[in-house]
């Protein structure tokens, strides 16, 4: 449910899936110089900003996640 002091209390049951047709477990593609081929083991989405700011040369601090070697050039 959501409240609010203006409109009051939404209340909807969950959907199956979520909206947008999103899914748990996804995919995602890549290319580049620096950008290796294979598998990226166990990545998650928490992984891809890092990914893509060590491949621009700006690692992230105190994020959640972590580069994606394959992605990040490493």
Do not use: E, K, M
Not at 10 to 23: L, N
Not at 36 to 46: E, K, L, P, S, Y
């Amino acid at each position: 449910a959501v409240t609010s002091p203006l409109i009051g209390t939404i209340r909807r049951p969950d959907p199956q899936f979520r909206t947008g047709g999103h899914v748990a477990n996804g995919w995602y593609l890549a290319d580049g110089p620096r950008v290796r081929c294979g598998d990226a083991g166990d990545a998650a989405i928490n992984d891809l900003a890092p990914s893509v700011a060590a491949l621009l040369g700006s690692p992230l601090a105190d994020v959640d996640g972590r580069p994606i070697p394959a992605l990040a050039g490493h």
